[in-house]
């Protein structure tokens, strides 16, 4: 979904009504690689965050999901803080 801010890979609606926003990452390793966010796009996600509770009128919480060519997925819960 295209917001003003930024492009946001994956929009889900939690079971509780909320909506997750996922931030999708390619990664060579399994393990989480801090230096891969950069702070000018957590920003731009932020504001997107911001765009989107506003405009779905719904708590909306991000998380990064990192994934490996082999399919190896790691999600770093609740970036929005």
Do not use: C, Y
């Not at 492009?7 to 079971?15: A, G, M, R, S, Y």
């Not at 009504?17 to 390793?29: D, F, S």
């Not at 911001?50 to 970036?79: C, M, N, P, Y």
């Amino acid at each position: 979904m295209k917001t003003p801010f930024a492009e946001v890979d994956l929009i889900f609606k939690t079971p509780e009504g909320h909506a997750l926003m996922v931030e999708v990452k390619t990664a060579n390793l399994a393990d989480f690689q801090p230096h891969r966010i950069s702070k000018k796009q957590k920003a731009r996600l932020t504001r997107a965050l911001q765009f989107l509770a506003e405009r779905l009128d719904s708590l909306v919480v991000a998380h990064w999901a990192f994934v490996t060519k082999d399919g190896v997925v790691t999600i770093i819960e609740d970036i929005s803080g």
